[in-house]
């Protein structure tokens, strides 16, 4: 078949389309092990082979331990005392024999970056360390590095996870029958019956499951709870308000892990859909489905349907209600929909749609960190003075036009929007329906409101200098303009409006 020839011969005849090696050119210790393998079948001393080819022994077994580089000279002269030819000294792969890729894998995995945090002492790989050792330490190398890409993903390896969860979610409407059932048997048993599930009934929970739940100060910095499976404790951070509801949900998030059946997470995209599920099981809990269908299917009938309401009705926070109608608005109302949380500097920290609302995407369709166009609900909500009922209004995109509900909050990172919004023909089930306020966005595009208006960019493109703060948070960079960081639209405008007058 000449097709198959020319096209497997194709990459070593073209450079450009060879495979890169690591680093620069061929590997010193392959072509070592090489020459000692061929060495060995000879029968040959380094001091023999030194002879043959005119070079010290000492400068071979450099060469040989990859401690070297060998000019091509040498190669061709070795190759010739050797009787073999010069491209099989420089063969990149495979190794001639398993003892010699053991050799060459251990010599990479001491060199990595991730080797060399540790500081351990060198081992040197030659002939005087038995196979077996090698072969333990070759091990322990792969599995260091299996479990650091296991736990430390890069945010690009992140956002990718993310979004393919994100996606497969929206498929089921982001609704997991399985989780709702086990939820609302185990509630059931611990003895609820309508409205908020108690922290009594949290703890009955636990203790059916053979757990006690534990209060404590010195919690790990990096956890939010952590279960002893050996003596069935759940150590929960202190009640800082007693009766707080963000401890039920941290409790039920605990007891998710077990009576899902978690193991230890072996992927990034693992780990990520165990906290989706413990999240899914809490708010399971909490807002149970047949309880939280009734309320909501009552709400629909009255043209009333709330945020607030059945936020109120589940003793849940706003969050936690907004995102509980993404569960089950679309799979038991037939009501699609979106979902979002925006902090004040605009990007988006978390979003769910399957309303076909346009939101905001880097080019790999990741929307975490992504800046929300300033006309949607999510940010102008937060120019709105009265704040203790949610915001209404309708926004027409290039998607169509959709009504939302937006309610702001604060935490410890600042002030953040939740958002629940429609699809206009779905908005005659919502309290807020009647509302006047009315915007235009016309995102992804520029001109919508990313680009700074072109006077303001004449009069201050080569006058500003703005220094970025680092959104350390967020998973995706924000906006860049001109400053990496920073939105420069915000820069001008502040800018224009904190200028000393003209000609004072
Ligand atoms: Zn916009």
């Known amino acids: 078949m000449p097709r198959l020839r020319v096209a497997a011969l194709e990459p ?12 620069t050119g061929l590997d010193a210790l392959t072509v070592g092990r090489r020459i000692r393998h061929h060495r060995g079948v000879k029968g040959w001393t380094l001091a023999q082979l030194g002879e043959a080819v005119g070079t010290a022994p000492s400068q071979l077994s450099q060469v040989e331990n990859g401690k070297r580089e060998p000019r091509l000279s040498l190669i061709t002269a070795l190759a010739r005392a050797l009787e073999v030819t010069p491209a099989e000294l420089l063969d990149p792969s495979p190794p001639p024999t398993r003892r010699a890729a053991l050799e060459i894998e251990l010599d990479h995995a001491q060199r990595s970056p991730l080797a060399r ?20 330490l070759v091990r322990l190398h792969r599995e260091l590095a299996r479990r650091h890409d296991a736990s430390h993903a890069t945010p690009e390896e992140a956002r990718r996870a993310n979004t393919e969860i994100r996606l497969l979610m929206r498929r089921t409407d982001n609704h997991l029958p399985e989780i709702e059932e086990l939820a609302e048997d185990l509630v059931r048993c611990a003895g609820y019956t309508v409205g908020a599930l108690t922290h009594r009934q949290v703890a009955r929970m636990a203790s059916d499951l053979g757990f006690s739940i534990i209060h404590v100060e010195d919690l790990p910095h990096s956890t939010r709870t952590v279960t002893d499976l050996a003596h069935g404790r759940i150590y929960l951070p202190p009640a800082s308000i007693p009766g707080g509801h963000g401890l039920r949900s941290l409790a039920l998030q605990a007891i998710g892990h077990r009576v899902l059946g978690h193991e230890r997470p072996a992927s990034y995209t693992q780990f990520l859909r165990q906290r989706l599920e413990i999240n899914y099981f809490a708010a399971s809990c909490l807002l149970p489905r047949a309880a939280a269908v009734q309320f909501l299917s009552a709400a629909k009938a009255d043209k009333d349907l709330a945020v607030e309401d059945f936020r109120d009705a589940f003793g849940v926070t706003h969050e936690a209600a907004a995102h509980r109608l993404t569960n089950l608005l679309t799979s038991h109302l037939g009501i699609p929909l979106h979902f979002l949380r925006v902090g004040e500097d605009g990007a988006l920290y978390r979003g769910y749609e399957n309303d076909g609302v346009p939101f905001p995407q880097d080019a790999s369709g990741s929307i975490e960190g992504q800046p929300v166009c300033r006309r949607w609900t999510a940010r102008t909500v937060f120019d709105v003075r009265n704040r203790t009922t949610e915001n209404y209004q309708y926004t027409d995109t290039p998607a169509g036009t959709f009504w939302c509900s937006s309610q702001t909050g604060s935490s410890g990172d600042g002030g953040f929007s939740i958002t629940v919004g429609v699809p206009y023909a779905h908005a005659k089930w919502f309290r807020g329906r009647d509302t006047r306020v009315r915007t235009r966005s016309t995102c992804p595009d520029g001109d919508c409101c990313r680009r700074p208006p072109l ?22 960079p924000l906006p860049s303009g001109r400053f990496p960081g920073v939105d420069d639209r915000e820069v001008y405008s502040f800018l224009a409006s904190h200028a000393p007058p003209a000609g004072g």
């Not at 070593?12 to 680093?23: K, R, V």
């Not at 945090?117 to 002939?127: C, F, H, I, N």
Request: proline share 11%.
């Open 455 to 476: 006077d303001l960019v004449e009069r201050w493109a080569d006058a500003a200098w703005p220094s970025a703060r680092l959104h350390a948070q967020t998973l995706a």
């Open 117 to 136: 945090t540790l500081g351990l002492p060198e081992v040197s790989a030659g002939r005087k360390l038995p196979t077996d050792a090698l072969e333990s």
């Open 12 to 23: 070593l005849t073209d450079p450009a389309l060879a495979p890169a090696e690591p680093g």
